[in-house]
Structure formats: C-alpha cells, structure tokens
C-alpha cells in the first residue's frame, strides 16, 4: 500500500533560521516515522541568504517549490548585514512577497499558556495560567491595503487610508474561525467596532449569516476596546478570536505577550484550501545566531500547526504539542525561557528531548 506523501517546502531564511528549523525538520521526520507518512522536503532561499546568492529576496525558484508543496514552513528573515540595502533588496520584500504571491488570507496565532511557564508573563500567575486562545485575523484586505493619499488642503497637509472589506473577504476569514473554533472549545468571539465603521457592520452582519451554518459554536460580538480590556483583564475567557486586518495585527501581539515568551510563539497563514505557511512569531535574532542557544519550540508549534490544519493530521499535532509541554513541565528551559540561565540547555538539546518526548507518547 502507498504511504501517503506530503510535499513540504522548507525555507530556513537567516539568522536563527536554519537552526531552529533543523530541529522542527527532526521532529516532522519522527512524525512521519510513527503515522507511517512520508514527507517530502524541498529546501528554498529566501530573505537576506536569497540576497546574497541570488541577487532577490525572493528567487522565481523558491515561488516555484512553494506552490508546488502542500504546507511551506518558514524559519525568519533579516540581518543588520543587509539593513542598509534598498527596499526591494530587503529581506522582508522577501517575506511580503511570498505571502502575497500565495494567497494567504488568514492568520492564525495561538496564545497558550502553560501552568509550567507563568512565570514568564508580566501578568499575574493566577490571570494567565491555563490561557489557550488563538487569534484569527485577516491579513489581505482593510485599512492596510486601501488607497493612500497625501495632498495639501486648506488648512496643511492632509492624510487619507481608506478602510474596505468585500462581504467575500469577511465571509472567507470568518469560516475559517469558525472551522477553527469547531475544532477546539466552540467559542468564537467576532471583535470589530461596529459601533463607529461601516465595514465593521458589514463585517456582524456577514459573520451572523455564516453563524447559521455552525450552531455547534457559540458566537459572540465585542468592540475592539472592550477585546484589549478583556485581554488583559481575563484571557481565560476567550477561545477563538476573529477580527479585521488591523485590529488583528494589534490584539494578536498583545495576546502573544500574555505568555511573555517570543520563543514559544507560532503562526499560521492559510491560503484557499487547505494550503498554508507556517513560522515562528519571532525574527531572526541576530544577537544569539549561530550559537546553537535560540529556542527551537515556537518553529516546532508551528509544524504542530501545519499538521493539524493543512495535512489533518489531528492526532500527530497534538502529540507534538503534548511533547512539547511535557519537556517545558520537566523543567527544561532555553536560555530565552529560563529563569536561571546557568542551567539552560541548546537548540539541538531542546529539539533531541521533544523527539525523546514524542517517542515515549502513545
Ligand atoms: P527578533 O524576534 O529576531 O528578536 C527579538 C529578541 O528576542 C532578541 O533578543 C532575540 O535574541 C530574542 N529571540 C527571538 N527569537 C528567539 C528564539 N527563538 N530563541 C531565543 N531568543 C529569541 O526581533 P528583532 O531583534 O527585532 O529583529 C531581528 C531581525 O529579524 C530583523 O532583521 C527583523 O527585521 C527580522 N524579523 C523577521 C521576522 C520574520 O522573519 N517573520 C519577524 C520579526 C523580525
Ligand atoms: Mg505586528
């Protein structure tokens, strides 16, 4: 019998990059191993190393081996060597450019916080522990991508960002949470300012159309002041948030920092179907590259993530992610996570013990 085959396009990128993605790179192949899959990895450039190879930060051939894969997992791009090159010779036009030229529309953060890891939020242990929500956000359309315009009027110089949303773009982002929502507590909070902007009540409107075809979740409304209130004040309280462009680049960073670690953080952004890319929150961390000291966890979430809702793979992700906080409750920290530094162990280490982990799980 044929095994299934996934194709994976990995794109390792600068600094940390290629360390921590060995490790996530491990743990897939262990994966792959127990569920009696294979994955096929393709290797591609992107971000400053594209630069300096290739002349771009997005070579033709890395477009080429992201679309042809099923899921990309991508480390992080940047580097202060090429801080001072000119914008389309910046790694991040590397980073914009393959997610415009594969569609992703939704992203996807998760905030979770482990009782083992309180102590690394800036809130107290009894408001975090146990927080486990996610972030939807729409990240193709709203004020981000409006027309721009810089003129002079009567009284100086006047500045314009026009906010639209297609009722297509909310109804595709919002069945996406919805799809999430069904897989977790069934609790979707819908955050807009429908009190103020007009693509806020198309956006309610929209989202309780769709409603209608999932009464096993429970939706709510909240207006996005009230959402960074409750944030803070009670994060048990949510499950799956969805919410526009804008509002979701803010709300989604500052849920991310109920956990207090950059590290730990991972993403996913989802095309049409069931193709997405995958990568840590944090940048390429210039300062501890090439130490063997970063924290691999956040890229090895990610490919968690990339198994769950581009391969379906259920089961494996939660494996995965079981592993990963049963070496976290162990006590075993990197330096980024670690309370005493002295006893923080390396990248490769982190990874070997997920695996170990992984391995001794049912
Ligand atoms: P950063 O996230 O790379 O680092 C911020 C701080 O967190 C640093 O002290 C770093 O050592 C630490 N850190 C980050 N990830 C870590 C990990 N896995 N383990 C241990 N420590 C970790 O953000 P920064 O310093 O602002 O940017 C550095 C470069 O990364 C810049 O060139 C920036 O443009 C780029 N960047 C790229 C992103 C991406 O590829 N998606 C996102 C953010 C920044
Ligand atoms: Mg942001």
Redesign the pocket.
Known sequence: KMKKNYRIAVLP?????PE?MEEAVKVLSLVAEREGVTFDYKYGRI?GIAIDTDGTPLPAETIAISKEADAVM???????K??QNPGHLR??AG?LGIRKELGLFANIRPATMHSSMVEASSLKPEVVSGVDLIVVRELTGGIYFGEKKRYDGPNGEVAEDQCIYHEAEVERIVRVAFDVARKRQKRLVSVDKANVLESSRLWRKVTERVAADYPDVELSHMLVDACAMQLVRAPKQFDVIVTENMFGDILSDQAAMLTGS??MLASASLAEGSFGLY??????????AGQG???????ILSAAMMLRLSFGMDKAADDVERAVWSVLEAGHR???IAADRSKAIGTKEMGRLVCEALSGSA
């Open positions: 990128g600068d600094g940390i990059g921590i971000g991508l480390g992080a791009v940047g580097g202060p090429w801080d790694p991040e980073l950059i590290g990568e840590p929150v944090h940048g390429s961390a210039p300062d501890i000291i970063a924290n691999p966890l956040a890229t990197t330096g980024d």
